[in-house]
Structure formats: C-alpha cells, structure tokens
C-alpha cells in the first residue's frame, strides 16, 4: 500500500467535504456571538429542530424540497429571534455564566420538547442523492451541496455584513456596543436582526443535514460539541477564523482516520485543538495584539 | 339481649370460618405479597430508537400480562419503570434509585452493554437479583463471578462466532472461495457491546482461517464515518462483519453507497440491524440481502417445536405489540426477545423461588434461577435454559442460548442459518441489483 494513493486523494476531498458541513454549522455561530457577545449552546438542537420541520414538510405535507427548505430557513429563523427575545434579551446585563447556562436549559428543554412531541424514533426524509463519480473517485452529492451551501453563505453573509446599511451597523455593534448605543444605533433592533439571521442560517445547516443524516431528539449532541470548538479554533465571532478552522479539523479528522484508527483522527483533531488554545488562544486567524 | 349475646358468640366463629373457607392453607402466606421489579431501558437518548425502547415494549407487555392475570404464586406484580437515558451513568444510578429508595426487589432489563458492566457490579454489591433480557456483551460475566446476575441470552461472543460459522460453511459453494482467500473486514461500534461481538468475529475468522483484512472500532456518536469507508475501500473485502447501533448503521451504510464501497455480503450484528422498519426508511430497497444475527424473532420459530403453550403467548405478544405499534412491516426481534426472557423469568424462575426457596429475596430467585433446566424448545425464542453455575467463568450466562441469522428479502426475514433453523437458502453474493454488489 502506499502512502500517496487514490485513496489519499479521496480522503482530502472527503475532509473538505466534511469542512463544508462544519463551517456550515460554525456560521451562524460565530455570528451570534460576534455581534451580541452570547454563545448559543443550543444552537444544535435548533439545527435539530429545523430537521424535523423539513421531515415533516417533505415526508408529511409533501411539500416541494426547495418550498420546504425555505420554510425551514424561515422558521428557525424565528425561533432565533425568539430564543433572542424570551431568553437572551433579558439576561444581556447578566454575567456570561448565567447567559451561558440559561441557554444550556434551554438546550434540555428543547431536547425534552423534542421527545414528547416527535417521540424516539429515528426520521428520515428517504431521499438518496445519485452518486458522483470523478476519475476513479466517488464524491457525495449531499456533501457536495453541503460544501456550496457554506460557501454561498459565507460570501453573502459577508456581503450582507460589508455592503448593508443594518450589516455596517451589525459590526459597528460588534465592535463597540455601548459607543454605538450612545450614537443613536438601535442596538435591540440589530440584536433581534442578528438573531434571526443566525437561526437562518441554523435553518440553512438542518437543510442540508437532513439530507445525510437521520433526525433524532438527540441529533444535536452529534455535532454541538464538534461546532463550538470549531468556533473556539476560529475565535469566537470570527467568521473567516471558523471557515479556516473547520477544515483543519475536517482534513485532520479525515486524513488521520484514513492512516491509523477513525478514532486517532478525533484524538489529532482534539490535540491540535488544545495546542493551538496554547499558541494562538485568540485563534486561528486573530491579528497579534 | 338474646341477640346480642348470639352475636357475641357466632361473631367470632363466623369470622374464623370466612377467613378459612376463602384461602386455602397454602395460600394464606402469600396473601398481600408482592414482587416489586425495577425495569430498566432507555425511554430517550439515542439508544431509545436504536432498539431500547422495543425491548421495553417487549417486557412490559409480558409483565402486564401476568399482573392481568393476578401475579404469580399468590405474588401481585408491581413494575416500577425508570429510563437509563441512553448513558451508563443514570443506568447505574436508577438502579441504585429503584432498590435503595423505591425497595424493589430484583431490576429487569438492560440494553446496552456499556450499561451492563458497571451496573452489573453495583447491584451485585447491593445484594439484589439482576434479570438481564438484552445486553449481549461477554464482559458483563466473564470472570466476574456474579452470584445475583442472569443472562437467558446469547453471548456476544456466540453473535461473532454464529456469522464466522455461517461464512465458513458457505465459503466455497456460495462465494466461489476457499476460506483462506475469503477476505474478511470486522468493523464494530466501540463500546463493550460492539467489542465483544468482534472478538468473537475475529476468534472465529482465524479458526476458519479467513483473511481479516480490516478489524476497525469508532465511536457510535461519531459524525463522519468516510474514512473508515475509504480504508474499507482500499482493503476490498468480499464481506463485511458489522456491530452497531443506529444511526451509526444508517450513517455508514449511506456514506458507503455515496463512496462506492463494494462487497459480496454484509452481517449485522443484532442492535440497529434488528430494527428492520428504520433501516428500510433510511435505506429504501438497498437494505435487500442483508444478513442480521439476533436470537430468532418469536415469529419465525417453529411453533411445532416449542413447548406447547407457548404459542398462545406468541400470539398473544404478536396482537399486543401491532396495537402499541400499528402499521409495523416486519416485527422487530427485540420486542419478542424482552418479551420471552422475561416470561422464562415469570413462569420458571418466580414460581420455584417461591414455593421451593421460600420468597422472592435475592437468594431465593438465584437458587431457583440456577435449578432452571429447559431444554431446546422450551422458550419462545426456540432455545432452552441453564445457566452456568457458580465457579463457572461465564457465571450467570444461560449455557443453551443461540442466536441465529435472518436475511432480509423484500421485507420480509428469513432464518438462514444454523442449518437446523433454515427457512430458506441465503442469497449470497449480494445479487446485482444491489448498489452494494461486487462488480
């Protein structure tokens, strides 16, 4: 066997691949935190629920995927702003821990909600993608699609943040947000804004998941780990940090499970993470101070 | 005052003869008597849907047909029910919970493994009965000379062995290849479940002289399994040996077709394989000629083997399991499997302990555990009962238990193997319609 075969270069595609599917999930992530400075634990489980909307809307209402995917984007979109309004707003004065575990209830609560309403069971919206076949190589669709999908978001994110009037705002706020208060900027109006488009772009992730994943109450303990500290990588609210970090860890995961044992790809992944919380604690693309 | 005084004395004599006439002499101990079980399973957590909570169904349908009929040996039954969430740690302290603060007197159930081992130990030490219906793995007997904790069901090491077995045998007149050549890939979730079933995969892989060509564990939870199907790729085995739960299973079966990984068979080993609904919803058709190892669904036995009764009772789990779950295409094996280990429990281990030993204390039901002694048959899973002794180095394990293989053909399982069990020749290799058929 050697060390650089097809097999290798399949590996790479599949970690950035794979990266595509985490940056997507880091996003809006980063967003939230970057803008009104709070980490949404539960960010997966909203991601959870935007899988079930699209389970229901595809397999239940037979509603058209692109119809039920912007349904989808919509409604955890609101459930963002909603998180924001009921949860957060109330506790922006409050120490970070306490933001910190009250988004943590909610990430049981929502849990919970999900099991009595949905029940146990395993979902699936029983769509298989035909295979992609290049030079010898075989490339998932869904991953493919997963992979644009964080690609496209990212740019317009950037465009939105760079080009808007509400998006100069946004990183105004981001930068200072009692100075910006003082002169004028209606800072809930930006929170409420930012929210929605974060749980958008959790709407966004549950689309593309649903389409290689089953859908369970617990289907957010397989990827809220993994995203934090892909953001953690980044830097927290740094959005071209999280994109980078992602496929660091995509590739580290994915090359070193190819050579030694799956798990040995997680323990590098891991071990590159705390090394870099000793070297670059700010993150991977955070300027020297 | 005439009638006073004849009150005062037919009273008593009345009373004493009520009492008397309605229980007979036997009986007037056990009057008020109750068993309280602790039933442990996942309600939630990932394990619930992976085959858990079908095997709590399977229990609670047989305990609440015994407490319909009025208990056992003048016992009422009481079950107390508490989810294990899916993690060894509340597994462990809901035991302890049911027996410290609730007084039961003996836990059921148990679907993991992983839950299996630790919580073995502790109630082992509190000095309670275990009646294990589900968790396969060796590790939780092995060696560890447990007094108070039985197993009615086949050891994982039996799961490894019973599909290297089958291989072995149809090597050559299936697959066109002397065991030698025939190239082996065993890959398993990593917990103690998927561990144990894969040593006796690979025990018996070299006994039959096959090639492994990969033996590879990863983490049930883990949310990419493509590189274990690339290097499963570049390993090209003619057949895969997997141990999972679900969605593990769905995850790797559909990164594998994306990849196009390619092999001649495919054996599952019980768990997310026996819950043949979800792996039809997930996988479409593409789930056509797999192979799952798992004692026999209680729909598939020979109901002409059995002892006589017990197709009564098959039927009877059969009606009560389409009203819990109407509209379920192929029953799932877990719920017949809870189901009958907890009637070999009901109606074998319940009554001895109370009328040879005395009550229903820990000792008791472990004497009359250990007297148990029924023969191939005698369960409605087709296999008999008797468990190794004490001294034994699997103490606790029930020595006649089997499982057996189905393959799924356009829904429906067919038993395949061991010989004596078959309804019908498997299909081997994977026919080409498969999207997984060696080219």
Redesign the interface.
């Known amino acids: 066997?050697g060390i650089f075969?097809v097999?290798l270069l399949?590996?790479l595609i599949?970690g950035v691949l794979?990266g595509g599917v985490l940056a997507l999930l880091s996003l809006g992530l980063n967003l939230v935190f970057g803008v009104i400075d709070v980490v949404w634990i539960c960010y997966a489980e909203l991601i959870m629920l935007g899988m079930y909307a699209m389970y229901f809307l595809s397999r239940v209402y037979h509603a058209p995927m692109v119809l039920a995917a912007a349904i989808c984007i919509v409604t955890v979109g609101v459930l963002g702003v909603l998180l924001h309004v009921v949860v957060i707003a109330p506790l922006l004065g409050a120490a970070p821990i306490n933001q910190l575990l009250a988004t943590g209830g909610v990430l049981f609560f929502l849990q919970?909600a999900a099991?009595i309403l949905f029940g146990?069971?395993?979902?699936?919206l029983?769509v298989?993608?035909p295979?992609l076949?290049v030079a010898g190589m075989?490339?998932?669709?869904?991953?493919l699609l997963a992979f644009g999908a964080a690609l496209i978001g990212m740019v317009l994110v950037y465009l939105f943040l760079r080009r808007t009037y509400t998006g100069t705002a946004i990183r105004a706020i981001a930068q200072d947000r009692q100075i910006m208060t003082l002169m004028g900027v209606d800072s809930r109006r930006i929170y409420v804004i930012t929210s929605a488009l974060g749980g958008g772009l959790a709407g966004l992730a549950a689309c593309l998941l649903v389409l290689?994943?089953?859908v369970?109450?617990?289907?957010g303990?397989?990827?809220g780990p993994?995203t934090f500290l892909i953001c953690v990588l980044g830097g927290l609210g740094n959005f071209g940090g999280g994109f980078v970090a992602a496929f660091v860890f995509a590739e580290i995961?994915?090359?070193?499970?190819?050579y030694l044992?799956?798990?040995w790809?997680?323990v590098f992944a891991f071990a590159f993470f705390i090394a870099m919380m000793f070297v670059r604690p700010q993150g991977l693309l955070a300027r020297r101070s | 005052m005439v009638l006073s005084r004849l009150s005062r004395v037919l009273g008593p004599l009345i009373v004493t003869a009520l009492v008397l006439s309605a229980s007979p002499p036997g009986a007037v101990d056990a009057q008020g008597k109750k068993l309280k079980i602790g039933v442990v399973y996942d309600?939630?957590?990932?394990l619930?849907?992976?085959g858990s909570?079908l095997q709590a169904l399977g229990a609670k349908i047989m305990i609440d047909h015994f407490i319909k009929k009025g208990g056992v040996e003048g016992y009422q039954i009481e079950a107390l029910y508490a989810d294990a969430q899916?993690k060894p740690e509340v597994a462990i302290n809901e035991a302890v919970r049911l027996i410290e603060q609730e007084k039961v007197d003996m836990l059921l159930g148990f679907y993991s493994s992983a839950q299996c081992v630790p919580a073995a130990a502790r109630i082992e030490q509190l000095k309670k009965f275990m009646w294990i219906t589900t968790c396969i793995s060796s590790a939780v007997l092995e060696n560890r000379h447990l007094k108070y904790v039985f197993r009615a069901q086949p050891s994982g090491r039996q799961f490894g062995l019973m599909s290297t077995d089958f291989l072995a045998q149809n090597a050559k007149t299936k697959l066109g290849k002397d065991p030698k050549d025939l190239r082996v890939a065993i890959i398993h979730e990593?917990g103690a479940y998927g561990v144990d079933v894969s040593k006796g995969n690979e025990e018996g892989a070299r006994k039959a002289g096959f090639n492994i060509v990969l033996k590879?564990?990863?983490?049930a939870?883990?949310?990419?399994?493509?590189?274990?199907v690339?290097?499963l790729?570049?390993a090209r085995p003619d057949v895969i040996l997997h141990t999972g739960y679900?969605?593990d299973i769905?995850?790797f079966l559909?990164?594998a077709?994306?990849?196009?990984l390619r092999f001649s068979a495919l054996i599952g080993h019980g768990a997310g394989y026996g819950v043949y609904d979800?792996l039809k919803?997930?996988?479409?058709k593409?789930v056509n000629y797999f192979f799952n190892v798992d004692p026999i669904s209680i729909w598939l036995t020979n109901e002409k083997a059995l002892k006589p009764g017990l197709a009564g009772m098959i039927k009877m789990v059969g009606d009560e399991y389409a009203k819990a779950r109407p509209g379920t295409t192929i029953r799932s094996a877990h719920v017949g499997m809870a189901a009958s280990n907890t009637y070999v429990f009901m109606t074998e281990v319940l009554p001895r302990a109370v009328k040879k030993y005395g009550g229903v204390d820990a000792d008791a039901l472990r004497k009359a555990a250990l007297d148990v002694d029924l023969p191939e048959g005698g369960t409605m899973l087709g296999f008999g009962v008797k468990f190794e002794g004490e001294g034994a180095p699997m103490a606790g394990q029930n020595d006649r238990a089997f499982p057996v293989i189905v393959q799924y053909v356009d829904d429906t399982a067919h038993v395949v193997w061991p010989k004596g069990q078959q309804q019908r020749e498997p299909v081997l290799p994977l026919p080409d319609a498969s999207?997984y058929a060696a080219q």
């Open positions: 066997m075969d097999y399949e590996a599949n794979l919970s099991t146990i069971e395993f979902k699936n029983g298989r993608l295979v076949k075989f490339i998932s669709y869904a991953r290689q994943y089953d369970h109450p617990f289907v303990l397989t990827f993994i995961i994915s090359v070193g499970g190819l044992d799956l798990e790809g997680y | 309600y939630t957590g990932p619930a849907g992976g909570e899916s990593d590879e564990g990863y983490a939870t883990a949310p990419d399994l493509a590189s274990l690339t290097k790729k570049r679900n969605p769905t995850l559909r990164q077709r994306e990849l196009g979800k919803e997930s996988l479409g593409d999207p």
